[in-house]
């Protein structure tokens, strides 16, 4: 009696083996995958070339900005450090106080407009993705694809050829949106 009761579950467990992977295969649609480098199509795309010129053009006039206030604080600095022996204490306490504070103001200045550029070139990500969606819906459409896979994300490419569609979607992109206003936030 003994052995019957433990090759049967033993068989019920070697059959269930046995027939989960024929039974996971037949619920298993076929994937067929295409591969987009977002990255190239950012750089290469006329809106993203438009859009990273427009970025940098705002990240200088921060930059100068940044050195202008920068300068200001230093010379005011120096002047109120030479001036302490010839002031009286609690004039020379209220210039010190004054002093951070305008530091303080100019921190929050440039961190403000370095934020605001953070979003600016965020808004414009968004949009680019926006107008990236149904180019590569129809795409895979067209393929008859399953999945869209982001180059990056590829550790092994056996005979790729005929997946990659980056070339595609920016031909198409550059139709679609050539160029995009960021919003400039040193304004």
Request: aromatic content about 4%; hydrophobic content about 45%; glycine content about 4%.
């Amino acid at each position: 009696m003994r052995k019957t009761t433990f090759i049967k579950p033993f068989l019920v467990a070697l059959i269930a083996l046995i027939l989960m992977p024929l039974a996971a295969n037949a619920q298993t649609p076929e994937a067929k995958i295409l591969v987009v480098d977002f990255l190239a199509v950012n750089e290469r795309s006329l809106v993203g070339q438009d859009v990273d010129a427009q970025l940098r053009q705002y990240q200088l006039a921060l930059e100068g900005r940044a050195t202008e206030l920068q300068n200001e604080i230093k010379l005011e600095g120096e002047t109120l450090v030479s001036q302490q022996s010839v002031l009286p204490p609690d004039v020379y306490q209220d210039q010190a106080i004054a002093y951070q504070q305008k530091v303080q103001r100019a921190n929050t200045e440039i961190e403000g407009k370095r934020n605001l550029l953070l979003k600016a070139a965020q808004a414009a990500q968004l949009e680019i993705n926006r107008v990236v969606r149904p180019i590569i819906d129809n795409i895979m459409r067209d393929r008859g694809a399953t999945m869209v896979v982001d180059n990056q994300f590829i550790y092994a490419s056996m005979g790729s050829t005929g997946i990659d569609i980056t070339n595609e979607v920016i031909t198409q992109l550059d139709i679609d949106l050539k160029s995009y206003a960021v919003r400039d936030p040193n304004q």
